[in-house]
């Protein structure tokens, strides 16, 4: 996720769930959400939640920030905006020039074929371009690597290139 950008958003949009899902009114009533620490009103001394990074874009104070992110969650009440919209290929959220930074990243590694989504956001080249590259190589027209029949070299691998 683009922190700079879906960061807040996101946190907004997750505590307000039970609002949209008509289990409460107010996000505060839900008990079973990080939302009543981030405004303060978890009594617990110990808590696993870490709100730092989100109340930071808020103010600098703490209880400023908390403050203000409540007037923000509760704005939200009602909108149907939803930010899980915006996902690349089930995995990315972000600007354009975020997801494609994350691209440029991905392309450098190696493919895990345990993770698809990771494989929906590799850079694909078209087959058309497979074939035209092949042709040019082989000095052979399109007509002729794609027939069927003796499989040859040029067809085969034109075959394997688009695969990969």
Known sequence: MDKE????????Y???????ARVVKDPEDYRR???????????????IVDTAETLSCFSKTITAAM??????????????NNPMEDVESGVLLGSK???????????KRK??????????????????????????YYD???EELLKKG?????RQTAIYVSKQ
Do not use: W
């Not at 879906?6 to 907004?12: D, E, P």
């Not at 997750?14 to 949209?20: A, D, K």
């Not at 403050?67 to 149907?80: D, S």
């Open 33 to 47: 959400t990080s939302y009543r620490e981030y405004i303060g009103a978890y009594k617990e001394k110990e808590s």
């Open 111 to 136: 493919p895990d074929e345990e993770i698809p989504q990771l494989k929906k956001l590799r850079k694909i080249i078209p087959v058309d371009k497979v074939v035209k590259i092949c042709c040019n």
């Open 140 to 142: 052979k027209k399109a």
């Open 14 to 20: 997750i505590h307000l769930n039970p609002v949209r």
């Open 150 to 154: 003796k499989e040859k070299e040029e």
């Open 5 to 12: 950008t879906y960061l807040i958003v996101l946190s907004r």
């Open 67 to 80: 403050k203000v992110y409540r007037e923000f969650v509760n704005e939200g009440i009602g909108e149907r």
């Open 97 to 107: 020039l975020f997801i494609a930074k994350i691209r440029n990243m991905l392309h």
